[in-house]
């Protein structure tokens, strides 16, 4: 008995952890009532009879929860725009598409407009091509779900939720998140957050990229949502575009057939698209279309750099905001490749699939495509979208930017390096992934062993050796794309500002994208996960953020001095326990980078 009430609760922890449905927890409850019963009427015959009927019945059980589990799989939808149960709507907002309403969130501080297209569907003959404008509608669309996340390869709801309970600690128990968010081919809307009250003038605008490595991610995520930041004054946009294989698949006949003689960009295309109808339609919202901030964080600001040095995107912005990554490397580390390498793979993708030629890759599936084992999921010099390699942009004064804020976290490199075990006899050899033949410079700078490791991020291999390593890689992959950006803009005369986010916390702490909920004003989502000291870091961040989307200087009244960078003044602002400028901790290693990238 004991035994089966002890079976009975890890398979509950289990429906829960799976996000089924709640009659998923009904039917395990009522068979497992049935089987008892049962169970305790035959314990009345014979040890010999009854045997056989209690095995079959026992099996029988496990069959039914096991069949159970399946059929009650949580359900797939579109999240809605807001928490609140049943959201005030908007008045009607008019475009050249159409009408739409959106809905007011909880407190009435902020309008949310979810789920505009803002391009047609890239579907059927649409997929691997340029985005085609939006179609219209008739009547008034209600905006009060967020659309469907771009196709993307993702973990079952089981480990997500494992993740978010030993990883991060922010699973809760609930009875409103019995389901999977929706993911569709058809994933090019975005989202518009104002605030609850009209401007008597236009508003300046804040364009979020989302992250996620060009391979997952979705703009429903709850620290991109952006209510607390148009509560002080802005708009906040963010959005989907396609990713991964459709994204970035790559083919010579797909440039052959496009009138822009283009392939390789159909992400970043789509975020131009996505840009581009924000410049022409924000008026409608009180937005101005003439102070737009694009900003990104991960692969969305390797996204931003892209943005910053395309020919298509000349005047539809003034400012850039760039978190923990960047493509101005002579040999870019991520989220960037050679053509060449992009038609290899293109290829190698038909071959895997069967297919023959375009028509015969356009046919697949979704479902099936995006099961490549190959990552598609890096931009390329196309000729239209990005015409040179971005530092040959910067070098030619060609880049968009007229003001940049950017920076990095202290533990940058953690979460992509878990697997990996470091010791002083491997030391110098796994540094040659990001250093090459100045791998032994390197390891003399930052000898095995001299970083000692304060946190580790969930489960990690780690090894004596570990925090030099990750101290290193934190450089190459990520700070030493800011210090470049950040040296070529104020070469220009530009202002920059660059940040170094150091606070710990319960969650992601100062990992990657850790900064992110301080930002952009959703600590709250978090309930007993941020103490005080996070709350006032975050008021005085999203200050800083806010401020500088409206005048392109971060520095009000009662922040801390945030110095701007020029060639004479190279300090970055810490953003931890205290606000202050120190030296940028990996400043030696980038000369060991210049020299590895032939600078």
Not at 84 to 109: C, F, K, M, W
Not at 435 to 443: K, M, Q, R
């Given at each position: 008995m004991i035994g089966i009430v002890i079976l009975l609760f890890l398979y509950l922890i289990v429906l829960e952890l799976s996000k089924n449905t709640l009659a998923g927890w009904g039917?395990?409850?009522a068979v497992t009532a049935v089987y008892l019963i049962l169970r305790h009427?035959?314990?009345?015959?014979?040890?010999?009879?009854?045997?056989?009927?209690?095995?079959?019945?026992?099996?029988?059980?496990?069959?039914?929860?096991?069949?159970?589990?399946?059929?009650?799989?949580?359900?797939?939808?579109?999240?809605?725009?807001?928490?609140?149960?049943?959201?005030?709507?908007?008045?009607?907002?008019?475009?050249?598409?159409?009408?739409?309403?959106?809905?007011?969130?909880?407190?009435?501080?902020?309008?949310?407009?979810?789920?505009?297209?803002?391009?047609?569907?890239?579907?059927?003959?649409?997929?691997?091509?340029?985005?085609?404008?939006?179609?219209?509608?008739?009547?008034?669309?209600?905006?009060?779900?967020?659309?469907?996340?771009?196709?993307?390869?993702?973990?079952?709801?089981f480990y997500n939720s494992l993740t978010d309970l030993l990883g991060l600690h922010k699973f809760r128990v609930s009875l409103k998140d019995n389901y999977r968010e929706a993911m569709s081919e058809d994933c090019l809307y975005l989202n518009v957050f104002t605030p609850a009250k009209d401007s008597d003038e236009p508003?300046?605008?804040?364009?979020?990229?989302?992250?996620?490595?060009?391979?997952?991610?979705?703009?429903?995520?709850?620290?991109?949502?952006?209510?607390?930041?148009?509560?002080?004054?802005?708009?906040?946009?963010?959005?989907?575009?396609?990713?991964?294989?459709?994204?970035?698949y790559a083919n010579e006949a797909l440039a052959e057939e496009s009138p822009n003689g283009t392939t390789g960009n159909y992400g970043l295309l789509d975020q131009i698209a996505a840009l581009t109808w924000v410049h022409d339609n924000i008026a409608a919202f009180g937005g101005d279309p003439d102070q737009i901030t694009i900003a990104g964080e991960s692969a969305g600001s390797s996204s931003v750099n892209a943005l910053c040095v395309s020919p298509l995107t000349e005047g539809l912005f003034v400012r850039a905001i760039a978190e923990s990554s960047g493509i101005t490397a002579r040999k870019p580390y991520h989220t960037f490749r050679q053509m060449p390498d992009a038609l290899k793979m293109g290829q190698d993708i038909m071959t895997e699939m069967g297919a023959e030629d375009m028509e015969a890759l356009r046919a697949l599936p979704a479902d099936r495509l995006v099961e490549t084992g190959y990552q598609n999921n890096a931009m390329t010099v196309d000729g239209y979208a990005i015409t040179k390699m971005p530092y040959l942009s910067y070098l030619a004064g060609e880049n968009h930017e007229q003001a940049l804020l950017n920076g990095?976290?202290?533990?940058?490199?953690?979460?992509?390096?878990?697997?990996?075990?470091?010791?002083?006899?491997?030391?110098?050899?796994?540094?040659?992934?990001?250093?090459?033949?100045?791998?032994?410079?390197?390891?003399a700078l930052v000898p095995a062993g001299s970083v000692t490791r304060d946190q580790k991020f969930i489960i990690d291999a780690g090894g004596d050796a570990k925090g030099a390593l990750l101290h290193l890689y934190s450089a190459a992959w990520f700070t030493y794309s800011h210090e470049l950006w950040s040296e070529d803009v104020a070469a220009q005369g530009r202002p920059v500002y660059e940040y170094y986010f150091t606070k710990k916390n319960q969650s992601l702490s100062n990992y990657h994208a850790g900064e992110m909920p301080y930002a952009y004003g959703n600590l709250w989502r978090h309930p007993g996960l941020y103490d005080a000291s996070d709350e006032a870091l975050s008021e005085t961040m999203q200050a800083y953020w806010v401020n500088f989307v409206k005048t392109g200087d971060p520095n009000g009244e009662g922040l801390p001095e945030w110095q701007v960078r020029d060639t004479g003044h190279r300090q970055l602002l810490e953003l931890g326990e205290t606000v202050q400028m120190i030296d940028d901790p990996y400043q030696k290693i980038y000369a060991i980078l210049d020299r590895y990238q032939g600078r």
């Open positions: 039917i395990a409850l009427r035959f314990k009345k015959r014979s040890e010999k009879k009854r045997r056989g009927p209690v095995l079959l019945m026992a099996l029988l059980w496990l069959l039914i929860l096991g069949l159970n589990y399946k059929v009650t799989e949580p359900p797939f939808r579109c999240l809605p725009a807001v928490e609140a149960g049943s959201p005030e709507p908007t008045d009607v907002i008019r475009l050249s598409q159409g009408e739409l309403t959106g809905v007011y969130n909880q407190d009435h501080t902020a309008r949310v407009y979810a789920g505009i297209p803002y391009a047609a569907p890239p579907v059927g003959d649409l997929r691997f091509k340029e985005p085609q404008p939006a179609e219209s509608w008739e009547g008034v669309r209600a905006c009060d779900h967020f659309g469907p996340m771009a196709m993307q390869q993702r973990s079952s709801e508003l300046p605008v804040l364009f979020f990229i989302h992250g996620g490595s060009l391979m997952t991610g979705q703009s429903s995520y709850t620290e991109y949502r952006g209510e607390d930041l148009a509560s002080q004054g802005i708009i906040v946009v963010n959005f989907a575009y396609r990713l991964g294989v459709f994204g970035y990095f976290n202290a533990k940058e490199a953690d979460a992509f390096m878990l697997g990996v075990k470091a010791t002083e006899e491997n030391y110098e050899e796994l540094l040659r992934g990001a250093f090459g033949e100045y791998a032994s410079e390197a390891a």
